[in-house]
């Protein structure tokens, strides 16, 4: 099973020429039929807090982007987007679609980026998306969310094997990103994948280092800091193997709730 991560400078809200550049870095990747494709954290425009500017209208054109081209590769795909609520707030949210076009489901980030901002703009969710690809168990995350271990706990009680976090992470804590990737996928034994941006917006730089790590924590492929798409392949059995010649989740507490 392929795993791809689509790598860009994202054009500052405009979503044209992003849905331009991605195709254009799809169509020479080499995608296999039945992959799993991940775009960045709000893909279309970069991370604005111009609500009015970046919302999406409904029907989305983000979402019929997504829906032509899972249906184009025979893929899953998913990437970032925005939505406004009644209150003008923002809902920062990634959308799965499988190879017919149809949408699996949506997630909202759990954790605003308070420093960057966005916490006066979005509000957070609280619930999250599991959701089946080749017999694994997917559950994404967007950027900030990476740094609370909590929320991967939470997605690995409910079955997830399969971590993926579409990002604009900042270049001054690349490195960060880098590390919190690889403990995600050595704490929850999981296969994890994190897509980032390159470029400058008005407010960051990017440094991309997007990643596709195994469940041991070894780097399958490693974006850099240049515009492409990488792409690894994995097995379910490999990863069902190492839980159970290193049953490590098995011990995990239950702790008890305080009344």
Same mark, same amino acid.
């Given at each position: ?21 991605? #195709?254009?870095? +799809?169509?020479? @990747?080499?995608?296999?039929? /039945?992959?799993? %494709?991940?775009?960045?954290?709000? *893909? ?18 983000? #979402?019929?982007? +997504?829906?032509? @081209?899972?249906?184009?590769? /025979?893929?899953? %795909?998913?990437?970032?987007?925005? *939505? ?176």
């Amino acid at each position: 099973m392929q795993l791809v991560a689509c790598q860009y400078d994202i054009q500052w809200e405009d979503p044209a020429s992003n849905y331009q550049k991605v #195709e254009e870095l +799809l169509e020479n @990747t080499g995608i296999e039929s /039945g992959a799993l %494709i991940a775009l960045p954290e709000m *893909f279309s425009t970069g991370f604005s807090m111009n609500i009015a500017k970046v919302a999406e209208n409904s029907p989305s054109e983000s #979402e019929r982007f +997504l829906s032509r @081209t899972a249906k184009r590769y /025979g893929s899953w %795909i998913m990437g970032g987007l925005v *939505f406004e609520q009644d209150n003008g707030h923002g809902c920062n949210e990634l959308a799965v679609f499988d190879p017919a076009g149809g949408l699996v489901g949506r997630y909202r980030k759990n954790y605003s980026f308070s420093l960057g901002g966005e916490s006066d703009h979005y509000d957070a969710g609280s619930e999250f998306l599991i959701f089946d690809w080749q017999g694994f168990r997917v559950c994404p995350t967007i950027c900030y969310d990476l740094r609370f271990p909590e929320l991967y706990r939470r997605g690995v009680k409910e079955g997830a094997n399969l971590f993926v976090d579409c990002a604009c992470w900042p270049a001054a804590r690349v490195e960060h990103w880098r590390t919190l990737l690889q403990a995600r996928a050595i704490e929850n034994q999981a296969v994890v994948m994190g897509v980032n941006r390159i470029g400058k917006d008005p407010n960051w730089a990017y440094a991309g280092n997007s990643l596709i790590i195994d469940h041991k924590g070894n780097v399958l492929a490693d974006a850099g800091e240049q515009e492409n798409c990488i792409k690894a392949s994995i097995t379910l059995q490999s990863v069902q193997a190492w839980r159970e010649a290193f049953p490590a989740l098995k011990d995990m507490k239950r702790h008890p709730t305080s009344s």
